[in-house]
């Protein structure tokens, strides 16, 4: 069966009411396989075509549209997902709050697939509101996953150790006793490892990329031949004796950039997540070469 995903997001004080990034949101988990309630569709079916200028002419009902939201939400929802400033939108808040007091999960419209099936199986997810603060510190947490909006604050409560056990499903744990009699298990997946600058580096690719064209537009999915190609350039750039592109940024983060593109569309692409077609890479006699 599939599940339904309902769309909250900001409406009054945006041009033609953010009509088309609702529409956007949707067309993206429709394409995912997800049902999905969008009130901008709602609105046209009822009203016609309606802006913010034509509104109050056509009668627009603002009750009558929140109760339609909420009872949808109420009856159908298997997940809540928010547009980019939801926040402000009294709405939109409205939307969440219900979904919290049913339990229902609420994440980026960009991330339900990747974060809904942990916020469905997990044994303890608790939505946290923390005042004004945008800042959350956890603890231990091997990985980032988006999970619970609610307020301003964006937290997936779990447990570290438990997540990690899940998440990295490794095997092979070596169980170790310190001098002082602690257990601890030590696993395959060795982030302590992991080099600080060359990761800084990237993470700051990852920024300049975000501030070029949106936070997370590349895990909406491309052609993995559009990554491999772009790798191929910045490391061959960078092998002819070039260290910077004409951007002044590093052609090597450029390289470690697309590399964890690549290795991220791949997953998502075996897991369902993006279409089959994004792996682009040449096949002769319908086997992989």
């Given at each position: 069966?599939?599940?339904?995903?309902?769309?909250?997001?900001?409406?009054?004080?945006?041009?033609?009411?953010?009509?088309?990034?609702?529409?956007?949101?949707?067309?993206?988990?429709?394409r995912?396989?997800?049902?999905?309630?969008?009130?901008?569709?709602?609105?046209?079916?009822?009203?016609?075509?309606?802006?913010?200028e034509?509104?109050?002419?056509?009668?627009?009902?603002?009750?009558?549209?929140?109760?339609?939201?909420?009872?949808?939400?109420?009856?159908?929802?298997?997940?809540?997902?928010?547009?980019?400033?939801?926040?402000?939108?009294?709405?939109?808040?409205?939307?969440?709050?219900?979904?919290?007091?049913?339990?229902?999960p609420?994440?980026?419209?960009?991330?339900?697939?990747?974060?809904?099936?942990?916020?469905?199986?997990?044994?303890?997810?608790?939505?946290?509101?923390?005042?004004?603060?945008?800042?959350?510190?956890?603890?231990?947490?091997?990985?980032?996953?988006?999970?619970?909006?609610?307020?301003d604050?964006?937290?997936?409560?779990?447990d570290?150790?438990?997540?990690?056990?899940?998440?990295?499903?490794?095997?092979g744990?070596?169980?170790?006793?310190?001098?002082?009699?602690?257990?601890?298990?030590?696993?395959?997946?060795?982030f302590?490892?992991?080099p600080?600058?060359?990761?800084?580096?990237?993470?700051?690719?990852?920024?300049?990329?975000?501030?070029?064209?949106?936070?997370?537009?590349?895990?909406?999915?491309?052609?993995?031949?559009?990554?491999?190609?772009?790798?191929?350039?910045?490391?061959?750039?960078?092998?002819?004796?070039?260290?910077?592109?004409?951007d002044g940024?590093?052609?090597?983060?450029?390289?470690?950039?697309?590399?964890?593109?690549l290795?991220?569309?791949?997953?998502?692409?075996?897991?369902?997540?993006?279409?089959?077609?994004?792996?682009?890479?040449?096949?002769?006699?319908?086997?992989?070469?």
């Amino acid at each position: 069966m599939k599940q339904s995903i309902y769309v909250a997001g900001p409406m009054r004080g945006y041009e033609a009411f953010n009509f088309p990034a609702f529409d956007e949101a949707t067309k993206w988990l429709r394409r995912l396989g997800y049902e999905v309630c969008n009130p901008a569709e709602h609105d046209r079916d009822v009203y016609g075509e309606i802006t913010p200028e034509n509104a109050e002419g056509k009668g627009f009902d603002l009750r009558a549209a929140l109760a339609f939201d909420l009872d949808w939400i109420a009856r159908n929802a298997d997940a809540v997902a928010v547009l980019d400033g939801w926040e402000e939108s009294n709405g939109a808040n409205a939307e969440v709050a219900l979904a919290h007091a049913l339990g229902i999960p609420v994440v980026p419209w960009y991330h339900i697939g990747y974060t809904l099936d942990i916020a469905q199986t997990t044994n303890r997810i608790e939505p946290t509101k923390l005042g004004q603060s945008r800042v959350l510190y956890v603890q231990e947490l091997p990985t980032p996953p988006q999970g619970v909006l609610y307020g301003d604050l964006r937290a997936l409560d779990l447990d570290a150790e438990q997540f990690a056990d899940r998440a990295l499903a490794t095997h092979g744990e070596i169980r170790t006793t310190s001098q002082t009699g602690g257990d601890k298990g030590v696993k395959p997946a060795r982030f302590d490892l992991l080099p600080t600058y060359p990761l800084e580096q990237i993470a700051e690719h990852f920024g300049r990329g975000a501030s070029k064209y949106a936070a997370h537009n590349w895990r909406r999915g491309y052609e993995l031949s559009k990554s491999y190609a772009a790798l191929q350039r910045h490391a061959w750039s960078w092998w002819a004796g070039n260290e910077v592109d004409a951007d002044g940024w590093p052609h090597l983060a450029a390289v470690g950039f697309h590399a964890l593109a690549l290795l991220q569309l791949l997953h998502d692409i075996e897991e369902g997540r993006l279409p089959a077609e994004f792996d682009d890479r040449y096949q002769r006699t319908g086997v992989r070469q």
